[in-house]
């Protein structure tokens, strides 16, 4: 996996930051919550728009990013400002790397998972030592929710596809029937 130069940069000083703090758990759930949040694609475009005053922009992060670190805050922020949020996931999933090397889960496979609708803890864990078992190797698992596959699961792991989505076996149904007019 390549990542952005810059983004591996911040993730490393937010890593040594996090580490210096004792905060590893904290950084990393509120990185998340702040990749989540700015996967919103209309966010993203009101954040891009440089017609929309600063003010206002800051004012819309503040509201949606809620709590979390103020260092984590100002970073956003600065993204923001240089029209780089594009990067929050590529420093996300950098700084997961990192955790998961501190704490010993090198060689783990990061495992892309698209839902529907986001998937509660519990599920996660099941779902996480399934695709452990079928892969033969820890798991990583990177949540995306994209409401346009309808139900059913795509992962992606490696070079590997599983793509259990209703709108995949729709696609399926409608080749299938594609002699059949209505």
């Known amino acids: 996996m390549t990542v952005n130069v810059y983004a591996g940069r911040y ?4 890593f040594r930051l996090a580490l210096e703090n004792k905060e590893l758990n904290r950084w990393q759930s509120d990185i998340h919550k ?3 949040i700015l996967s919103d694609a209309a966010l993203l475009t009101y954040l891009n728009d440089p017609q929309v005053k600063w003010d206002d922009k800051a004012k819309m992060l503040t509201q949606r990013l809620g709590e979390i670190h103020p260092v984590l805050n100002k970073l956003v922020s600065v993204l923001t400002a240089k029209g780089k949020l594009a990067l929050v996931g590529d420093i996300a999933d950098e700084y ?3 955790v998961d090397n501190y704490r010993g889960i090198e060689g783990a496979e990061t495992a892309e998972v698209v839902t529907a609708i986001p998937l509660d803890n519990e599920y996660q864990l099941k779902l996480a030592q399934r695709i452990t078992e079928m892969v033969g190797k820890p798991v990583i698992l990177k949540l995306v929710v994209d409401p346009a596959i309808i139900g059913g699961l795509i992962i992606k792991v490696g070079d590997k596809l ?3 989505s209703i709108r995949n076996k729709l696609a399926s149904l409608r080749k299938d029937l594609g002699g059949v007019k209505k």
Do not use: M, P, T
């Open 11 to 14: 993730a490393k000083a937010i």
């Open 34 to 36: 702040v990749n989540s």
């Open 96 to 98: 997961q790397r990192l």
């Open 162 to 164: 599983i793509d259990g």
